[in-house]
């Protein structure tokens, strides 16, 4: 098994640009969950899919944020008009779903976002 | 509704023990533990289904109190590698849910 990827891994951006961040979750995974850390927080959920349907946003993805997971495989993350706020370790997870919840979410390395 | 996490922080000398307290106030399904150095990714330790099993990983275990709603996850004869922050993530009664997490306990090994 090759594990969950992200790219990129470092992002800086201006204030007020778009960033975009892909995962590519662990194959055979239907489920894909995206996260944010901040310094001296556990991950925070944003948002996740089964397969390429968006099943649950958290009430801290504002409009500025956008996800999709086009064929159910890799997935996008999207930040318009980025904020200073936005700054943080954006988190990337797949969890192979079914199995009666007896399995887990594996998390990618992160993209960290400095929004200057 | 977030888990609660206790210590916030906790300082140990190589050998020694250590218990990480994780309680939920919803019903859960299951606890998972985590284990993350600082700039890299979270890594899965165990997972804890309801049913109050304990697990085992090396030096490392877990238990699961379904009836309290708390899981302890234990370290002993710690040593330097056990360094890093721990995290629990709690799935609720329905199962396969995005799990929520702790803000993580700070564990420091020293020689």
């Known amino acids: 098994d090759t594990g969950v990827s992200q790219d990129p891994r470092h992002k800086i951006t201006k204030r007020g640009q778009n960033v975009t961040f892909r995962c590519d979750p662990i194959?055979?995974?239907?489920?894909l969950y995206w996260y944010r850390q901040t310094l001296g927080q556990g991950p925070e959920f944003l948002t996740y899919f089964q397969n390429e349907a968006q099943l649950e946003k958290s009430r801290l993805l504002s409009d500025r944020f956008s996800a999709e997971r086009p064929k159910g495989s890799f997935s996008t993350l999207e930040i318009q008009r980025t904020e200073q706020g936005d700054s943080a370790m954006y988190l990337c997870?797949?969890?192979?779903?079914?199995?009666?919840?007896?399995?887990?979410?594996?998390f990618g390395p992160g993209t960290r976002l400095t929004v200057l | 509704q977030q888990p609660v996490q206790s210590p916030q922080a906790v300082i140990l000398r190589e050998g020694e023990d250590a218990v990480i307290n994780c309680s939920s106030s919803k019903a859960l399904y299951s606890v998972h533990w985590y284990r993350q150095k600082h700039g890299e990714a979270p890594v899965f330790l165990m997972i804890?289904?309801?049913?109050?099993e304990q697990k085992g990983h090396e030096k490392i275990s877990a238990s699961f109190n379904e009836k309290k709603q708390q899981s302890s996850l234990y370290l002993t004869a710690s040593q330097l590698s056990y360094s890093g922050t721990y995290f629990c993530?709690?799935?609720?009664?329905?199962?396969?849910?995005?799990?929520?997490f702790g803000k993580g306990t700070r564990l420091s090994v020293i020689a």
């Open positions: 194959s055979e995974h239907n489920r």
């Open positions: 997870a797949s969890r192979k779903g079914g199995g009666g919840g007896t399995d887990t979410q594996y």
């Open positions: 993530g709690t799935d609720s009664v329905l199962g396969n849910t995005p799990l929520v």
């Open positions: 804890l289904l309801k049913g109050g």
